[in-house]
T-cell receptor
Framework: DVKVTQSSRYLVKRTGEKVFLECVQDMDHENMFWYRQDPGLGLRLIYFSYDVKMKEKGDIPEGYSVSREKKERFSLILESASTNQTSMYLC??????????????FGPGTRLTVL | GNSVTQMEGPVTLSEEAFLTINCTYTATGYPSLFWYVQYPGEGLQLLLKATKADDKGSNKGFEATYRKETTSFHLEKGSVQVSDSAVYFCALSDLQGAQKLVFGQGTRLTINP
C-alpha cells in the first residue's frame, strides 16, 4: 500500500517559533509538494521539489522554506511562525510523468495552530 | 494563469438523491482535469480524472465529462449514500514539469439518511 506520512496530525506553536513539518513517502517518487488548505480557498501550493536538493516556489511561498536532503523526505519550515499561518498543511508526492498524468498521493495533513 | 472555480457549498442532500457539483476552469493549452475527495480526518485521494476533451472519468458511481467547449468538468452521481459525505475538490494539471495541480475551493457534501 502506497503511503505518505506526516510527522504530526496536530501541532500548536507560539508566534515567532521555528516550526518543522516533516513528510515521508515510501513510493520512490521524484516529485513532492507542500500545500496549505484553508476554508473557501481550497489547496494552495507553497513549494514543490522535483529532485533531491531541488526546490521551486509555488503560489504562496512567503514565510516558508523547504528542505529535501533525501528523496523520500520533504520538510516544510516556518522560520518565524505567525498567526496567519494557522492552517491545515498537506504533503503530496507523485512519480515523474511520461505521456500521462501520474496521480498525486496525499498525506493525512497536519493541523497547525499558531497562538 | 490557470484557475478552477467550483460551486459554493456546503451541499446537503438526502440519501439516494441526485448529485451535481459544478466545476469550470480557465487554462492555457490542454489541461488534464481531476476530482479529488477528502473524507473526514483524511488527506485527499483521487476520485476520477479525464485527460482530453470529451473523456468521461468514472469511479464509485461518480462521473464527470471533460467539456472543452464550456470549459467544465461537473461531478455527478445518480444516487448518493451517507458514506459519500466528504469535501470534493476539482483540479487541473497542465502536465508540464512537476505536474502541479491547481485546485478549486472545495465543496463540502453532507448526505442525510
Amino acid at each position: 500500500d502506497v503511503k505518505v506520512t506526516q510527522s504530526s496530525r496536530y501541532l500548536v506553536k507560539r508566534t515567532g517559533e521555528k516550526v518543522f513539518l516533516e513528510c515521508v513517502q515510501d513510493m520512490d517518487h521524484e516529485n513532492m509538494f507542500w500545500y496549505r488548505q484553508d476554508p473557501g480557498l481550497g489547496l494552495r501550493l507553497i513549494y514543490f521539489s522535483y529532485d533531491v536538493k531541488m526546490k521551486e516556489k509555488g503560489d504562496i511561498p512567503e514565510g516558508y522554506s523547504v528542505s529535501r536532503e533525501k528523496k523520500e523526505r520533504f520538510s516544510l519550515i516556518l522560520e518565524s511562525a505567525s498567526t496567519n499561518q494557522t492552517s491545515m498543511y498537506l504533503c503530496a508526492s507523485t512519480a515523474v510523468g511520461r505521456s500521462s498524468y501520474n496521480e498525486q498521493f496525499f498525506g493525512p495533513g497536519t493541523r497547525l495552530t499558531v497562538l | 494563469g490557470n484557475s478552477v472555480t467550483q460551486m459554493e457549498g456546503p451541499v446537503t442532500l438526502s440519501e439516494e438523491a441526485f448529485l451535481t457539483i459544478n466545476c469550470t476552469y480557465t487554462a492555457t493549452g490542454y489541461p488534464s482535469l481531476f476530482w479529488y475527495v477528502q473524507y473526514p480526518g483524511e488527506g485527499l485521494q483521487l476520485l476520477l480524472k479525464a485527460t482530453k476533451a470529451d473523456d468521461k472519468g468514472s469511479n464509485k458511481g461518480f462521473e464527470a465529462t471533460y467539456r472543452k467547449e464550456t470549459t467544465s468538468f461537473h461531478l455527478e452521481k445518480g444516487s448518493v449514500q451517507v458514506s459519500d459525505s466528504a469535501v470534493y475538490f476539482c483540479a487541473l494539471s497542465d502536465l508540464q514539469g512537476a505536474q502541479k495541480l491547481v485546485f478549486g475551493q472545495g465543496t463540502r457534501l453532507t448526505i442525510n439518511p
